[in-house]
Structures are given as C-alpha cells and as structure tokens.
Nanobody
Framework: QAQLVESGGGLVQAGGSLRLSCAAS????????VGWFRQAPGKEREFVAA????????YYADSVKGRFTISRDNAKNTVYLRMNSLKPEDTAVYYC??????????????????WGQGTQVTVSG
C-alpha cells in the first residue's frame, strides 16, 4: 500500500509559480499512475493533471494546459506539479492520487486507490 504526502503549497500572488511535490512511501512509485486533483470550498473535486506509470503519457485539464506540468523522479519516489502563471481561480486544496500501473479513467477520482492528505494553494488577486 502506498502512502502519499503532498507538500509545496502556499500563498502566492497571481502570475506567480509553485511546485507541488507528492512523495510516496511504502511502495516503489515507478509502477504507479499518478494524478493531481483539486477541490475549492463548496465545489467538487476536479481533475488537474495525470501521468501514466511509464511516464510516457500526460493528461491535463483544459483550465491548466500550458501552465501546469506534471513530472516524476523515480529515484526520489516523487511526482511534481509545476504550476506557472497562477490565477485566483487556481485556489484550492490540491491532492495527489495514485494506483498501480494503469487506471480506468485518469480524469475521475474514483479511479485511484491511494490519496494524500492535500496541500493548500492560495492565489491572491
């Protein structure tokens, strides 16, 4: 069973950047597909980005394409979400999620078995 811990959230001005990290313990992360989701107050959890276990495929929500980049460092058992040109509407708690090898649908939270506790990202306008 994988344990996931997110870090890197914080308060940033609009136009700024942050890099979120999702560190895994308990299992070798290189065989896991990983997704990032976010949830703003009063809203449903929404898909942000995902990376296949092989690293060969990436997936992004339209709202973050061209601004966010998902990547992984298998040697560090860590997946990153680089967020540039942040907007106030990016404010949310960001969660990483993972499951072994492939998932049925990268875009839906129910496809992932393991979740981190979340990290808050606040973008001031």
């Amino acid at each position: 069973q994988a344990q996931l811990v997110e870090s890197g959230g914080g308060l940033v001005q609009a136009g700024g950047s942050l890099r979120l990290s999702c560190a895994a313990s308990g299992r070798t992360f290189s065989t896991y597909a990983v997704g990032w989701f976010r949830q703003a107050p009063g809203k449903e959890r929404e898909f942000v980005a995902a990376l296949s276990w092989s690293g060969g495929s990436t997936y992004y929500a339209d709202s973050v394409k061209g601004r966010f980049t998902i990547s992984r460092d298998n040697a560090k058992n860590t997946v990153y979400l680089r967020m540039n040109s942040l907007k106030p509407e990016d404010t949310a708690v960001y969660y990483c999620a993972a499951d072994r090898f492939s998932v049925t649908n990268y875009y839906t939270p129910g496809s992932y078995a393991y979740w981190g506790q979340g990290t808050q990202v606040t973008v001031s306008g």
